[in-house]
């Protein structure tokens, strides 16, 4: 049997579990799970991001709230009519997302934000899943060369055929769109190798393909 889109109660990585079980000592208020996806059940947008982070997803139970990397996102979100707030503070705050869900390619918070190559691959089959569910018109955005990895090894793509690079979009057999954006996390806006108008230009095109 396949497995589901999302399993709240996951254990499969024995690293990643044992870590979370000593952020939680650490942390007893914190969320400390695999942290499910969030937002439309049918999306237009489906947004893949790394892993949880350790104060922010990890913490609050939702992708991107909590911590640096979700500022970026959650204003070009409610800019682009993603979203009917700009911040996300809580997982039950008022903020909904319209047409778009975020997901990670790693459900569960990694050590130092690096998941292995094993945990990745174990994490991909629930994003198979869940890619599985899309429709056809649907863009899906990777956030981050891992993130975009993940999601042609769950398709099975070949990379040499699709390239990562920011600001790229490549028409999927499945009827999709794949685009392509660095990753919105504090190194790479702080050092300005991703801009918010870089974001934007991103943002404004998959904003075009899906229509208003």
């Not at 174990?122 to 990895?149: K, P, S």
Request: charged share 20%; with cysteine; aromatic share 10%.
């Amino acid at each position: 049997m396949s497995l589901p889109v999302f399993d709240p109660d996951c254990r499969h990585c024995k690293r990643l579990s044992g870590f979370l079980n000593e952020v939680k000592r650490d942390h007893p208020d914190y969320f400390c799970r695999p942290v499910p996806p969030f937002g439309a059940k049918q999306p237009k947008l489906l947004i893949v991001g790394l892993a949880p982070g350790l104060h922010g997803a990890n913490r609050t139970g939702r992708p991107f709230t909590g911590d640096y990397a979700g500022i970026l996102l959650y204003e070009t979100l409610h800019k682009f009519g993603f979203s009917t707030r700009p911040e996300s503070v809580a997982a039950d705050d008022s903020l909904k997302l319209k047409q778009c869900r975020i997901t990670n390619a790693v459900k569960c918070l990694p050590p130092a934000n690096k998941p292995t190559g094993g945990e990745i691959t174990t994490c991909n089959t629930y994003l198979t899943q869940e890619l599985a569910g899309l429709r056809q018109g649907t863009v899906v955005l990777a956030l981050g060369g891992i993130a975009h990895n993940a999601v042609l090894k769950a398709l099975g793509l070949k990379l040499k055929d699709y390239p990562f690079g920011h600001g790229k979009f490549y028409p999927l057999p499945s009827g999709w769109m794949l685009a392509t954006s660095y990753h919105c996390s504090r190194y790479n806006t702080q050092t300005r190798r991703l801009t918010e108008a870089m974001f934007d230009a991103v943002f404004r095109r998959i904003r075009r393909h899906i229509g208003q």
